[in-house]
């Protein structure tokens, strides 16, 4: 059981960290176009919808959040995806039901996706990155796209090391059933990511649609 000590910790790190630096992302990092349209509506749309409805492969479910992040990433830019990332992983916290006593983890996994998108969208810049009408031809373009996941993937690996050690002091296990489920997530929803971003270069909101249904009938299909 977490301590109201930690528990109070984990809400200060929240404070001290995420507000300060989401602000310092929307200055240096401006939107891509307009912030209140209708195409990221439906992107946020389908980010409640395929994390509140996990795909389920042996018992282990695989959250699509990654993939729609990284569609909203190379379009609209870091805070963009920041933000709507953020509302996925509350709709995710809200589907499984968290009780009085775990309302830490609202902060905790706020701040670990957080530094997720942070770390994943600072490397990419520094790299060279570019936004919006991307060639995934390119070796270029796609290498950076792959090292943004990488680095999206160990962050994510690392923060919840750090929480197993630090916050649960749970023994810590480099081949655990959640590593396996994240290795098998990234797998599948790298593709999905840029599939949902190449579609939306040429069809607009109609892509958002249809990756929906093709994700919906992925879900269907694994579960039947």
């Not at 507000?19 to 349209?37: C, D, M, N, R, V």
Request: proline letters at 3%; charged letters at 10%.
């Amino acid at each position: 059981m977490v301590t109201k000590q930690k528990s109070f910790i984990i809400w200060i790190l929240w404070l001290l960290i995420v507000p300060a630096s989401l602000y310092i992302s929307y200055t240096e990092y401006p939107i891509l176009g307009s912030f209140f349209s209708i195409d990221i509506l439906l992107f946020l749309l389908l980010l409640c919808i395929i994390t509140y409805y996990p795909i389920m492969i042996n018992g282990l479910p695989i959250f699509l959040l990654q993939g729609v992040s990284l569609a909203l990433f190379l379009e609209y830019g870091l805070f963009v995806e920041i933000i709507l990332s953020q509302i996925g992983v509350m709709t995710l916290l809200y589907r499984i039901k968290i009780s009085k006593n775990e309302l830490f983890r609202i902060p905790m996994n706020s701040l670990m996706f957080f530094i997720n998108s942070l770390t994943s969208g600072l490397i990419y810049y520094l790299l060279g990155g570019q936004h919006s009408n991307l060639d995934l031809s390119e070796i270029s373009v796609f290498s950076l796209i792959v090292i943004h996941q990488i680095v999206w993937f160990l962050s994510n690996f690392i923060c919840a090391l750090l929480i197993d050690v630090f916050v649960y002091k749970a023994k810590v296990e480099f081949v655990a059933k959640d590593q396996v489920a994240d290795i098998v997530s990234s797998i599948i929803i790298f593709p999905i990511g840029l599939l949902l971003y190449s579609t939306y270069q040429e069809l607009g909101v109609v892509a958002i649609i249809i990756v929906g249904i093709f994700t919906s009938f992925i879900t269907f299909a694994i579960v039947n």
